[in-house]
């Protein structure tokens, strides 16, 4: 005779006596306290679509807690985040609402929780459980080794360096993509070199097996990789992590997608929360498909729409809704304000981007004599070189500003790179460029580049009765041979460019050290060489505007020595700010006043981004993140025309997700030259 043994819960129920329906609205107390069909707590799949400003953060915490009152011992909880200040967060929260002990919940980022995982069972992978985790600079030059064991002649042929190999090994790795798909579409300039690219890859993971190190995306590789060809191990994790909640889940790549199903598939007690129409991250390896196709991956997932809005003003959330109906794929929703009144959108059309950046900063001391501080006012742009006008014009003004999109534009080492070829072609005596341009070359360094100073001065400077000196010559012996094919470039660049006929012309200049040598350069050198050129594109643009290039060189002096330095600005806590951002590095964020700026056509949406639907739809909802950063007011802005470097620019027209949006959302704003004001 079978006789039956009760299992009980690993955690009786607790009662808090947390009031969950006077804490949540009606959309997020069904989420938070959804349980199974036969009214258990193994509630199974659930999607949790979370719109913007609606209390994503907030829904998370209180089903954690829910949880754990429900009788879910807080060990057996799992809690994956994209940052680990969002995890803290969450769990400081839920420790605010729970009068106990949750500490043995595992929460943290996906690399987090594998570190975690692989430190219990590396010997299954060949590893020692002391292994060490290299960063980016350890694994650049560990990639840089590998190239140097492998013998590979990089000067008969410009090879990527370890920067730009760890990224294309990243790509692939994180996306689950072939090196050679990597290659053929965001490296196709490396397409040719696809099979030694291969055979690095295959040096470099010895390597990091004989030295007992991981990089960052074997944390996830690894995970995933114990947990498929160990059963027993993935067992134990399945067993342990009763339920998983996953944040952000727009963001995941397909590894990341890979590790939730693999600890999840047993119990499938798992809910992830995010927003489709806010997966604005494929450059890095992002998928929005894995939230599309959730319901087809977990049948029976239930889908839960959290749309009441706690942020913006109606007038805001209108035009948002309208944003993004544009996008064929993705889960329809309709952000509900809880707010009342607030004034209707801007749209402000300017006669080009010097127009464009004086508005701006007119408008953002109007607000700040209005009463509101800078620091809530931001200004959001597509890309990071669309803002140069920007804040050449607020430099003039003296607004302090901070820029959370990177360095400044004019600060950048591309940029200064760049620059110090026009200086030299103007000013032959300038040491500290000409030795900044040798050192772009591999194998020189400081003492290398003091003495080609010294041998090359006399040809550098013009003789008498001579306007630009003599040619700099192709080989010389104090080049490195591993230098020589590069210092070629260099020399015929800078002969071309004191070549020219006066007056000099910016833009001319710029697009041939492009051409003639920093291209390649760039490719070799940087991951993103792509966004970097089209900043050597807008530079040029910029130098159109000035007569000679001494002018142009003056400028950026000026720009360049009048910067505040952002860091001290921040932390000081003296001094208001206005902030900066392209839209990615504000997602996330919101302000009481924003300014999205150079939505034309080209610029918002990019042009590389319109080969086809995927990389539209996307644009687009780069667009609606950007509009729904803002709180109380909205400025949306774009230049009637627009200088391009190489040629005299041309007229624009308003970006085509403006134009999807009903008149009716917004007001029209003329400017015009006087001081009357607007």
Known sequence: MTQEYILH????????????????????????????????????????????????????????????????????????????????????????????????????????????????????????????????????????????????????????????????????????????????????????????????????????????????????????????????????????????????????????ADLIDALAQQHQNLMVVGDDAQSIYSWRGANYRNILSFPERYPGARTFKIEVNYRSVPAVLALANDAIKGNTQQFAKTLQPVRKGGAKPWLVACADANQQAQFVAQRVLELREDGLPLTDIAVLYRAHFHAMEIQMELTRRNIPFVITSGLRFFEQAHIKDVACFLKLATNANDELSFKRIMRLLPGVGGATANKLWRELQSVLKPELGSPGGRELPVTHPAVPKKAADDWKLVANTLNQLRALPVPLLADEMIEIVGEGFYEAYMEAKYPNARARLEDLHQLASFGTQFKAVEDFLSQLALLTNLEADDASLITSGEQEYLRLSTVHQAKGQEWKAVFVTGLCDGMFPLSRSLDNLEGEEEERRLFYVAVTRAKDELFLTYPLFRATGGDTGGFQRPSRFVGEIPKTHYQELALRHQSAGW
């Open 9 to 256: 819960p690993a955690h009786a129920p607790r009662d808090f006596h947390i009031d969950y329906r006077k804490e949540l609205n009606e959309q997020q107390l069904a989420a938070v306290t959804a349980v199974g069909q036969d009214g258990s707590l193994n509630s199974g799949p659930m999607l949790v679509i979370a719109g913007a400003g609606s209390g994503k953060t907030r829904t998370l915490t209180y089903r954690v807690a829910w949880l754990v009152e429900h009788g879910i011992a807080p060990g057996r909880i799992l809690l994956l985040t994209f940052t680990n200040k969002a995890s803290k967060e969450m769990l400081r929260r839920v420790e605010g609402v729970l009068p106990m002990d949750i500490s043995a919940i595992w929460g943290g980022t996906f690399h987090h929780i594998g570190n975690r995982i692989l430190r219990r069972h590396a010997k299954l992978l060949n590893y020692e459980q002391d292994f060490t985790i290299l960063d980016r600079e350890d694994q650049k030059d560990l990639l840089d080794a590998c190239l140097a064991d492998a013998k590979i002649d990089t000067k008969a042929e410009r090879f990527p360096k370890g920067d730009v190999l760890a990224e294309i090994y990243s790509l692939s790795v994180n996306t689950e993509r072939s090196i050679g798909r990597v290659l053929a579409e965001q490296y196709n300039y490396f397409s040719h070199l696809e099979e030694q690219i291969k055979k690095i890859q295959s040096r470099y993971g010895d390597r990091k097996r004989e030295a007992n190190v991981m990089d960052y995306d074997d944390l996830l590789v690894k995970t995933v990789q114990l947990l498929r060809e160990h059963p027993e191990v993935g067992e134990r994790y399945r067993e342990q992590f009763q339920h998983v909640l996953v944040d952000e889940y727009q963001d995941t790549n397909k590894i990341q």
